[in-house]
C-alpha cells in the first residue's frame, strides 16, 4: 500500500452530468498528479498541482477542473461527462522540493458514463 | 514532444523462466527518468524500476533489471525466474527533470505467466 487513497472506488453517471473525484495524498507529499487511463491504454496525464496551484495541464478540454487543498489533498472534477470519458482514473503524489521523490499512486477510480 | 512505444501487447512465459519486455522512446533532452510499472489486477501503479539517464549502468531491482540503451532510445526490462504474482499488466513510462515531473507512459504490455 502506497498511502494515497482515492474515492469513491466505483463510480456510474450519465452523460451531461458533473463528477467529483477525489484523492488524500501520502502524508509529507506536497504535490499531485491526476492521469486518466482508457481501457486497454497507458495513463494519460491530465494536470499536476503543486502547492494548491495548478502547475502543468496535459492535453484535455477545460471541463477538467481540478482543486488541491492546504492538506494537499485533492479533487478533479469534470463537467459536462461524456461517454468518451468513461475509464480509470489515477491519482499519484510526490513530493517536489531539493529532493524529488517518485510518485505514489492509488487505486484509482473506475468511471462509467452511461 | 516525448513519445514512449511498447511494441508486445502480451507476452506469455514460463513460471521459472526469463523474459524481456521492450521499449523505446523518443526525446531531445539528454537528462530524464525511465521507470517501468506493474499494474496488477487490483489496478494500483506499482513502481518496479528506475533508471536515471546520466547513469550509464543498469539498473537492478532482485528478480528485475534493465537494458538501457541511451544512444539507442532503447529500454528493456528483464524478468529472471519469473513468478506467477508477476503476472499483470507492464507499462514502460519516461519523466523529465522540469519541473511539472509528469510522466508519460506507454501502452502497455500484458504478461501472462504460464505454471
Known amino acids: 500500500e502506497t498511502g494515497v487513497t482515492q474515492s469513491p472506488t466505483h463510480l456510474i453517471k450519465t452523460r451531461g452530468q458533473q463528477v467529483t473525484l477525489r484523492c488524500s495524498s501520502q502524508?509529507?507529499?506536497?504535490?499531485v498528479s491526476w492521469y486518466q487511463q482508457a481501457l486497454g491504454q497507458g495513463p494519460q496525464f491530465i494536470f499536476q498541482?503543486?502547492?494548491?496551484?495548478?502547475?502543468g495541464r496535459g492535453n484535455f478540454p477545460p471541463r477538467f477542473s481540478g482543486l488541491q487543498f492546504p492538506n494537499y489533498s485533492s479533487e478533479l472534477n469534470v463537467n459536462a461527462l461524456e461517454l468518451d470519458d468513461s475509464a480509470l482514473y489515477l491519482c499519484?503524489?510526490?513530493?517536489?522540493?531539493?529532493?524529488?521523490?517518485?510518485?505514489?499512486f492509488g487505486q484509482g477510480t473506475r468511471l462509467t458514463v452511461v | 514532444a516525448q513519445t514512449v512505444t511498447q511494441s508486445q501487447p502480451e507476452m506469455s512465459v514460463q513460471e521459472a523462466e526469463t523474459v524481456t519486455l521492450s521499449c523505446t522512446y523518443d526525446t531531445s533532452e539528454s537528462d530524464y527518468y525511465l521507470f517501468w510499472y506493474k499494474q496488477p489486477p487490483s489496478r494500483q501503479m506499482i513502481l518496479v524500476i528506475r533508471?536515471?539517464?546520466?547513469?550509464?549502468q543498469n539498473a537492478t531491482e532482485n528478480r528485475f533489471s534493465v537494458n538501457f540503451q541511451k544512444a539507442a532510445k532503447s529500454f528493456s526490462l528483464k524478468i529472471s525466474d519469473s513468478q506467477l504474482g508477476d503476472a499483470a499488466m507492464y507499462f514502460c513510462a519516461y519523466r523529465s527533470l522540469n519541473r511539472d515531473d509528469k510522466i508519460i507512459f506507454g501502452k502497455g504490455t500484458r504478461l501472462h505467466i504460464l505454471p
Open positions: 498541482y503543486y502547492r494548491e496551484e495548478e502547475n
Open positions: 499519484a503524489s510526490s513530493f517536489q522540493g531539493p529532493a524529488n521523490t517518485e510518485a505514489f
Open positions: 502524508s509529507g507529499h506536497n504535490t
Open positions: 533508471q536515471e539517464a546520466y547513469k550509464q
